[in-house]
T-cell receptor, first 111, second 116 residues
Framework: KNQVEQSPQSLIILEGKNCTLQ??????????LRWYKQDTGRGPVSLTIMTFSENTKSNGRYTATLDADTKQSSLHITASQLSDSASYIC??????????FGPGTSLSVIP | EAGVAQSPRYKIIEKRQSVAFWCNPISGHATLYWYQQILGQGPKLLIQFQNNGVVDDSQLPKDRFSAERLKGVDSTLKIQPAKLEDSAVYLC??????????????FGEGSRLTVL
């Protein structure tokens, strides 16, 4: 059964600090993995997409890593800002075109 | 470029009543999705359209949910009769590509449903 687990479930950090969010998935065969940011009351917005051959990809202060062998991904946020407060959702996609949304990690950045 | 438009943003109804949500995708996007997002969970696919044809509706509770996309553009999602467990945000997304593995999904802001 295709599953996605994310940790931690929620996280509170001080503005300016770094943090790393984790994602474990069991989607197989695997095609690619996206990270989405979902602000409260808004729809998800894509941050990065990684194929099975990519190990790391950056988008500004966001850096995603992928280990397709261990089926793990992480999202690292550098120098956090108040606007980073949101839910971050890991979304692996299988070669069968099935997209599985994880439960998300809720991040709160406080001054 | 205009994004995905959804309405209404909020709806409160009593159980056993009916409700309808509307979605207008990004111009030119042939693929349209409806997702259900329960508080604290990730979105769950209800139905996927390619133009006006259904690609996947395997997780749509067809006894109470229905969706249509008659002219391959706008779409409506209807719930009748609503149950308490239908309380959720209903997200519409569109994509330029048919395959979710190659096309980025662009989401609307969602329609939040509360069933009392």
């Amino acid at each position: 059964k295709n599953q996605v687990e994310q940790s931690p479930q929620s996280l509170i950090i001080l503005e300016g600090k770094n943090c790393t969010l984790q994602c474990n998935y069991t989607v197989s065969p695997f095609s690619n993995l996206r990270w989405y940011k979902q602000d409260t009351g808004r729809g998800p917005v894509s941050l990065t997409i990684m194929t099975f051959s990519e190990n790391t990809k950056s988008n500004g202060r966001y850096t995603a890593t992928l280990d397709a062998d261990t089926k793990q991904s992480s999202l690292h946020i550098t120098a956090s800002q108040l606007s980073d407060s949101a839910s971050y959702i890991c979304v692996p996609c299988g070669e069968d075109d099935k997209v599985i949304f994880g439960p998300g990690t809720s991040l709160s950045v406080i001054p | 470029e205009a994004g995905v438009a959804q309405s209404p943003r909020y709806k409160i109804i009593e159980k056993r009543q009916s409700v309808a949500f509307w979605c207008n995708p990004i111009s030119g996007h042939a693929t349209l999705y409806w997702y259900q997002q329960i508080l604290g969970q990730g979105p769950k696919l209800l139905i996927q359209f390619q133009n006006n044809g259904v690609v996947d509706d395997s997780q749509l509770p067809k006894d109470r949910f229905s969706a249509e996309r008659l002219k391959g553009v706008d779409s409506t999602l209807k719930i009748q009769p609503a149950k308490l467990e239908d309380s959720a945000v209903y997200l519409c997304a569109s994509s330029l590509h048919r395959a979710a593995s190659t096309g980025e999904l662009f989401f609307g802001e969602g329609s939040r449903l509360t069933v009392l």
